[in-house]
């Protein structure tokens, strides 16, 4: 049997240690503060900002919420996130993806003060990653970190196969990878022969977000697998769950699996407030 890495858990540790950073800020008279943004009414994106507050809560942190209504128009949403540029009591931005159509965002997060942009994809962020200073760290991808340290000490010469090319996913954990000096292959809809590259690999970080795409047959004895997809599916019996890009169920043979749900989903989040921490201290200097 695979290892089950328990994100939930190493999640619960890391806000813990959150919790300790925003009571040592509060002390000193910074009340760390996240603004979460949300344009439109999607179903999955309320839930995820809903869940975002609640976290900050529970580690003493402060929220704001801001609901923009699908149709407000650009320069609405580009008025607001200067707004909250402007506010000294707001450390961390985020803006949820995906906006509605006409709305840009890249212009959008373009606007975000880089040193409030809790999520890591201001150019500025992103320029400093690839050159692997100081910048702020996209949380799915520092998650994911995480969790391979858990079960990797050193990365040097591993192969490793990220599957999904994302601004979001894919290219900032292999930037990360690189950094350690894994030897990095990044993936996606046109890869041919994925599934032989796939079996070369010591990781995989899968991040398509296309159920069960990675099998047991692609997976060498030993590996270790990072699963990111999150795909909503509606059971026969009418409910409602999420599944990952693995084909959990064939990979006895990995060194160690991610779960979902329980995996890189809850260490996304606990890094969102790892990363408004972070802003917060950086303010001070
Ligand atoms: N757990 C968490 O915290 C998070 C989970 N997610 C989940 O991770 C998944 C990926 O998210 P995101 O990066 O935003 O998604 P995107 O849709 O932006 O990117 C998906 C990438 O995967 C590639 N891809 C899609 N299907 C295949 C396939 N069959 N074979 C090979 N490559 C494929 C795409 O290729 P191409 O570029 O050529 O189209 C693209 O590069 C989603 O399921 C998302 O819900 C995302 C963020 C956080
Ligand atoms: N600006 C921006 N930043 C993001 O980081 C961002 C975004 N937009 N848009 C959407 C994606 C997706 N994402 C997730 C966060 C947490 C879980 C999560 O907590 N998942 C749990 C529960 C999932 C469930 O039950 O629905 C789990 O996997 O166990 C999942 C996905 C962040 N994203
Ligand atoms: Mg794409």
Redesign the pocket.
Known sequence: MSDIID??AMARALSERTAQAVAMLKAEGIDPTLAVVLVGGDP??D??VR??ISECRKVGMGSIERRMAADCGEQALLDMIDTLNADPAVHGI?????LPPGIDAGRVLDRIAPAKDV?G?HPVNVGRLSTGSQGLV???PLGIMMLLDSVIDDYRGLNVVVIGKSN?VGKPVAMLLLEREATVTVTHIETRNLPDIARAADVIVAAAGAPHLVRGYWVKPGAVIIDVG?T?VVDHDGAS??VGDCATHELDHAKAVT????????M??AC?LSNTVLAAQRSMA
Do not use: E, H, N
């Not at 985020?94 to 995906?98: A, E, K, R």
């Not at 779960?259 to 809850?266: A, D, E, F, R």
């Open positions: 994100g939930r999955a994106s839930i995820y869940r975002k985020l803006v949820q993806l995906p999520d994809f996209p949380c799915t979001i999150i909503r769950r999420i779960p979902v749900p329980g995996g890189v989903g809850p996304t989040i969102l």
